[in-house]
């Protein structure tokens, strides 16, 4: 089955822009998470939707959303665009206690 | 709340040698862990999980892992290196509720010729 999918693969974009990623899901998985992967702090949860609810959330700041839709599909946006925010964006899905299924994410450069 | 700290953020081990990774947990409840492995530009793919079955867990690619509760310890080991486990390392926990999983620092192992 196909593994989870991310677009774009790669974004630059320009400070104080907003930019929105996608992510979709392994079929019939119903939890979607969503981290942000940069050298200086590593792997950092943002939140976790699981149907269509926001179920835990990260410390970051409120420029930070997420949303799910009733396919599973998830959707994070950033707004007003940091030079900190240039990060790998990691989405994962899961169904019941196995670990995550990570996507190859989104690589967001802000200039 | 829980939390995993990986020790040594860079291993080296000559190709064949053993592969020893180490991460402990802190967790409030049963913990679930997990072993992820990162190659460059890649996503993370999962290696092996504990989820409080059998305490010695096999993954992919050789590698295994032991959960000890008195070390609250969850190292990663295989016998021989190969020079495509060269990659980035990192151990991972979550609650038995598996919400909201926490990852370690990472480790970055290098294999030697």
């Known amino acids: 089955k196909a593994g989870v999918t991310q677009t774009p693969r790669y974004l630059i974009k320009t400070r104080g822009q907003q930019v929105t990623l996608s992510c979709s899901p392994i079929?019939?998985?119903?939890?979607v998470s969503w981290y942000q992967q940069t050298p200086g702090q590593g792997l950092q949860f943002l939140f976790e939707?699981?149907?269509?609810?926001?179920?835990n959330k990260g410390n970051f700041p409120g420029r930070f959303s997420g949303r799910q839709f009733s396919n599973s599909r998830s959707e994070m946006n950033v707004s007003t665009l940091e030079l900190g925010d240039s990060a790998l964006y990691l989405c994962a899905s899961r169904s019941g206690v196995d670990g995550y299924t990570f996507g190859s994410g989104t690589r967001l450069t802000v200039v | 709340a829980q939390s995993v700290t990986q020790l040594g953020s860079h291993v080296s081990v000559s190709e064949g040698a053993l592969v020893l990774l180490r991460c402990n947990y802190s967790s409030s409840v049963p913990p679930y862990l997990f072993w992820y492995v990162q190659y460059p530009n890649q996503g993370l793919q999962l290696l092996l999980k504990?989820?409080?079955?059998?305490?010695l867990v096999k993954g992919i690619n050789g590698f295994e892992a032991e959960f000890k509760k008195s070390e609250t310890s969850f190292h990663l080991t295989k016998p021989s290196a190969h020079m495509s486990d060269a990659a980035e390392y990192f151990c991972a926990v979550s609650g038995s509720n598996n919400n909201d999983m926490r990852f370690g620092a990472g480790t970055r192992l290098t294999v030697k010729p």
């Open positions: 079929s019939g998985h119903r939890s």
């Open positions: 939707y699981f149907s269509e609810t926001q179920r």
């Open positions: 504990y989820t409080s079955a059998a305490t």
